[in-house]
């Protein structure tokens, strides 16, 4: 996996715990001896091993934690990609576009940079459907990344998020609906 996430995820154990929280989980998974860098791209299994870990530290389980990084990340991923956006977006454009645009150019920047697949129907102005596939099965990143487009746009008290996953983890399903503000 692309070394920005591991970087993001050092950064978020840094901020939400503390710098030894990283340094004992670094050991714990295995890791001591490894530095990540934006310029590579890991192991998933590393991945794997530090957000197992970090689960068993923090008490949250591996999907909590995969969701609340995954709307940690957003800002710096559309730092990242900014030019790719166009400025009358709102989360829901954003979500449909991110597979043609963003995911897009991921993997034309590296050959091994695989990010998963988005099947995006927008099924009205204000809703759509995303479909999920990766055998990496991180739909629950897939989740806190689409709370965290909404938040980044100032909709997440209107942006419903709806994931139904299949029993192999493999294939989530995320209906996402706009409504009224409450
Ligand atoms: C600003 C928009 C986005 C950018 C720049 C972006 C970028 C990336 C990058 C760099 C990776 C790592 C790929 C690799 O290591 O091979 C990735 C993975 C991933 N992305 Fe995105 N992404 C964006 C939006 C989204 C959205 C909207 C979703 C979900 C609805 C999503 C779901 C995921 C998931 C779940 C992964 C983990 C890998 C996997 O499950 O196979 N991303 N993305």
Do not use: C
Not at 114 to 121: E, F, S
């Amino acid at each position: 996996m692309h070394g920005t996430i591991f970087t993001l995820l050092k950064r978020y154990v840094q901020t939400q715990y503390d710098h030894s929280t990283w340094v004992r989980l670094m050991e714990a998974a295995g890791l001591s001896a490894t530095s990540f860098d934006h310029k590579n791209v890991y192991p998933d299994e590393h991945m794997y091993a530090l957000v197992g870990h970090a689960a068993e530290m923090t008490g949250l389980s591996a999907q909590e934690l995969h969701e609340k990084f995954g709307e940690y990340l957003v800002p710096d991923l559309m730092y990242m990609y900014q030019k790719l956006l166009q400025p009358q977006w709102t989360t829901l454009d954003m979500l449909e576009h991110t597979e043609n645009t963003m995911h897009r150019q991921v993997r034309q920047e590296h050959a091994e940079n695989a990010p998963p697949v988005l099947q995006v129907t927008r099924l009205s102005p204000d809703e759509l459907e995303i479909n999920y596939v990766s055998k990496r099965r991180m739909g629950a990143l897939a989740v806190g990344i689409v709370r965290g487009i909404a938040t980044y746009y100032d909709e997440a008290d209107r942006i419903l998020v709806e994931p139904e996953t299949s029993e192999d983890g493999e294939h989530v399903r995320i209906r996402v609906r706009r409504v009224a503000a409450a």
